[in-house]
């Protein structure tokens, strides 16, 4: 009988996309022996996977990109305004290999959980290829990993294409001459819509919540503005990493009581003509601080939605009646102008019902659909989704996904009590969702590598966050989050998209540079509000 050995190694990745690419190349720097785990079969992460037309970042290039080299970010050259989804996969193999990090991970590979060994301090992680038994885990799974699958009675019915905006397909997909239903209308289905109405026979909207959008106004970076970029690149990320979302807004930073409505209003068009929904939705600072102030942006980002569409009936719909930037703001290129075409129907499902799937499209309380394909874009379950399926077991055989099940705590959003030795970059209770997720995860990278590189010059066995830290940061976010409108927010910055989920502010609302300071001062406080034991 042969026995196979678990590979030994300091430390395990989990994720290839910005965060496992850096962690690893981290890990390298620190001498430290490390095995990534990826489940594409390349890198890129949200990128390799996401991959509808359409898609690209709402977050602008010269910001959406790696800092920490001068050499990557004086070598690399974005081409427009937004990344493209192929620009960014590019990328990111890009770095990959400069660093010379994707021999490192083992890809097409699961990790389906980790069990926390206390005699030897160590954790067991298993995989679909085997276990490894490493010192440290560092979950990289980022944020929208998980896509959220409806439950439509007679989905498994359909004979037509049914489709994920979340693992599309890598073979090119056809919408000529076809009868073609979106569900969903957050940035994945307003991304998506525009492109299928060009060449669909016909294209059925089908939206249960509108969302807000703005004209992205993507266009070719000019080369002056990129060199022009690339001359002070150093002092360019160093404001963005001081600011409150980790990108660069030139925003007034005034509350709108302070402002008046009429500089309030002209610094909304000014950034609604940029075209960003960081600039935009930092115009009025207090935007989501204070009603009234929610209530004039709101006000003027309806009447844009109204000005685009022809029907005042279908505009009525796509307006939403929520409070704006409480969910995700979204961009869009001719996104509510698409409903002005002969060819697209919007069927609003808080007027109609969506009863079923059929072998050949669906039917409503309204009636009977027939189309040749169906697009998913209903979200993620975010956040804390993708570890919670996974079978993570800390100190006494602990389940995160048993802890996460009452309130997705942690401590400083990157540590969980009762899970030694284990980091979640971006997780709940982090700024992430709401920033400019590079900066966030370049942040959370260097804060773990430094901590690292502490344990083992002390010749540290393990180290815990202490179950009063992560209680107080806990509670911490939840008072930034209530005392701010996000209180009021029904998405999955709150888990409520998912049937069971607690009702909890995943986002910590307290600005990227206050948190980063935080960090800083825990690592200089020699580690406050973790035990080290050594
Ligand atoms: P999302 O914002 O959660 O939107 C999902 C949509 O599907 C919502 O309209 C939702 O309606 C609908 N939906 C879900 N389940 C449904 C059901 N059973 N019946 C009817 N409608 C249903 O998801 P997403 O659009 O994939 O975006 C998720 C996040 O990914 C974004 O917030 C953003 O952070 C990121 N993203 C970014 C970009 C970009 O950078 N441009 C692009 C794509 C995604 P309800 O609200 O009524 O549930």
Request: net charge negative; hydrophobic share 40%; proline share 5%.
């Amino acid at each position: 009988m042969s026995i196979t050995h678990p590979v030994r190694t300091d430390v395990v990745v989990v994720g290839a996309g910005f965060t496992g690419i850096y962690m690893v190349h981290k890990a390298h720097e620190l001498g430290l022996s490390v095995v990534g785990i990826e489940r594409g079969q390349g890198v890129g992460g949200t990128w390799y996977w996401n991959r509808y037309p359409g898609l690209r970042c709402d977050v602008e290039s010269l910001d959406y990109s790696y800092s920490f080299s001068e050499e990557i970010q004086q070598e690399w050259t974005w081409t427009e305004k937004f990344p493209a989804q192929p620009d960014i996969l590019a990328y990111l193999e890009f770095v990959a290999n400069k660093l010379d990090v994707t021999k490192d991970f083992r890809f097409n590979t699961e990790v389906t959980g980790a069990q926390w060994n206390e005699q030897t301090s160590r954790w067991l992680v298993a995989t679909s290829a085997g276990e490894i038994d490493t010192k440290y885990i560092v979950w990289g799974t980022g944020i929208l990993s998980t896509p959220k699958i409806p439950n439509i009675p007679g989905m498994d019915t359909f004979e037509g294409e049914l489709l994920n905006t979340a693992t599309w397909p890598h073979a090119p997909v056809s919408f000529a001459g076809k009868k073609v239903a979106v569900l969903g209308t957050g940035s994945s289905g307003i991304q998506v819509i525009p492109i299928a109405a060009e060449t669909a026979e016909h294209l059925y909207v089908l939206q249960r919540t509108p969302s807000y959008s703005l004209p992205a106004r993507n266009r070719p970076l000019a080369p002056e503005r990129v060199a022009e970029v690339k001359a002070r690149y150093g002092d360019y990320r160093a404001e963005a990493r001081s600011s409150m979302l980790g990108a660069v807004t030139e925003t007034l930073d005034q509350p709108f009581s302070v402002m008046g409505e009429d500089l309030a209003r002209s610094e909304l068009e000014r950034n609604y003509e940029y075209g960003s929904p960081m600039r935009f939705a930092s115009a009025v600072v207090d935007t989501i601080a204070d009603d009234d102030a929610n209530a004039f942006v709101s006000a003027f980002a309806k009447a844009k939605i109204r000005s685009r569409v022809n029907d005042p009936a279908i505009a009525d719909k796509l307006i939403p009646d929520y409070r704006i930037a409480t969910r995700r703001l979204c961009i869009d290129t001719n996104y509510y102008e698409t409903f002005n075409r002969e060819n697209v129907t919007l069927v609003d499902l808080r007027d109609e019902e969506l009863i079923a799937m059929t072998p050949t499209g669906f039917t409503t309380t309204a009636g009977e659909y027939e189309v040749d394909m169906f697009i998913l874009a209903t979200g993620f379950d975010a956040v804390t989704g993708t570890l919670s399926r996974l079978d993570i077991r800390g100190r006494g055989g602990a389940s995160l996904k048993e802890k996460w099940s009452h309130s997705p705590s942690t401590y400083m959003g990157l540590a969980v009590a009762g899970f030694p030795n284990m980091f979640v970059a971006t997780g709940p209770g982090s700024p992430a969702p709401l920033s400019n997720v590079v900066v966030s995860i370049e942040t959370h990278v260097e804060w773990i590598a430094g901590m690292l590189a502490r344990l083992e010059a002390d010749h540290v066995t393990s180290f815990e966050a202490t179950a009063e830290s992560e209680q107080e940061w806990t509670a911490h976010v939840n008072e930034v989050s209530d005392s701010t409108l996000m209180r009021f927010s029904d998405s999955w910055y709150t888990g409520t998209n998912v049937a069971g989920k607690p009702r909890v502010n995943v986002v910590y609302l307290g600005g990227c540079a206050p948190y980063e300071a935080r960090l800083k001062e825990i690592a200089a406080e020699g580690y406050r509000g973790f035990t080290l034991t050594t």
